[in-house]
């Protein structure tokens, strides 16, 4: 019985941090078969759009990386790690797009379903030096470019689709890191460094 005053732990606010470990677990359910596309595509709407604990909750609870250890609750509610907003990049029959003079926080959930989006970090600013992208396209595609003077890597897999990151690691040890990680199913991601393309300032963030 929850305490006078305070909240029912499925009446908790969901934070970003929730939303993104959701979002992960979704995404390695759909790499190993255990949710088909469609499936995949409904739930991570509703993670997204989730404002509760409750409503992320049924949204794992039949999956083993949900049910393993301390329960549901503890699969989406252990704390965040690192700062900087998460950013998420939706297109369902449409597109999306990051580009020009914009913050890129310290991890960005790009979701493509017969659509496209596209990613560009040439010009954007780094507020924090590690930097993951969530890639997952299903019949559809996401582009993403980066700076050449970053380091770049990949972590992925591709299903009937391409998972494509032209990796690339940075002399300098300024330089931001940015991983791509996720799946594509029936569709493709692309990840590369923009020729021409530098960072100015490794060294300055913000």
């Known amino acids: 019985m929850a305490e006078p005053g305070r909240a029912a732990a499925a009446d908790v606010r969901a934070s970003d941090g929730d939303r993104d470990r959701v979002a992960d677990i979704l995404r390695e359910a759909l790499a190993q078969g255990r949710?088909?596309?469609e499936e995949h595509s409904e739930r991570i709407d509703a993670a997204y759009s989730a404002k509760t604990m409750g409503e992320l909750q049924p949204l794992v609870r039949d999956l083993p990386e949900a049910s393993a250890g301390a329960g549901?609750?503890?699969?989406?509610?252990?704390?965040?790690?690192?700062?900087?907003?998460?950013?998420?990049?939706?297109?369902?029959?449409?597109?999306?797009?990051?580009?020009?003079?914009?913050?890129?926080?310290?991890?960005?959930?790009?979701?493509?379903?017969?659509?496209?989006?596209?990613?560009?970090?040439?010009e954007a600013i780094f507020e924090q030096r590690e930097i993951v992208i969530n890639a997952t396209a299903i019949f559809g595609g996401i582009e993403i470019r980066v700076p050449e003077n970053v380091t770049l890597r990949g972590k992925g897999?591709?299903?009937?689709?391409?998972?494509?990151?032209?990796?690339?690691?940075?002399?300098?040890?300024?330089a931001p890191v940015i991983l791509v990680q996720g799946v594509a199913l029936f569709g493709g991601v692309e990840a590369k460094p923009k020729r021409g393309k530098r960072l100015r300032d490794l060294r300055k963030r913000g």
């Open 35 to 37: 949710l088909d596309a």
């Open 72 to 122: 549901v609750r503890g699969a989406v509610s252990e704390p965040s790690v690192g700062g900087g907003a998460s950013d998420n990049a939706i297109a369902i029959f449409s597109g999306a797009t990051r580009r020009g003079r914009w913050r890129v926080g310290r991890k960005t959930n790009a979701f493509a379903c017969f659509g496209g989006i596209e990613i560009d970090l040439t």
């Open 157 to 174: 897999t591709g299903i009937f689709g391409g998972f494509d990151v032209k990796t690339n690691d940075s002399p300098d040890t300024d």
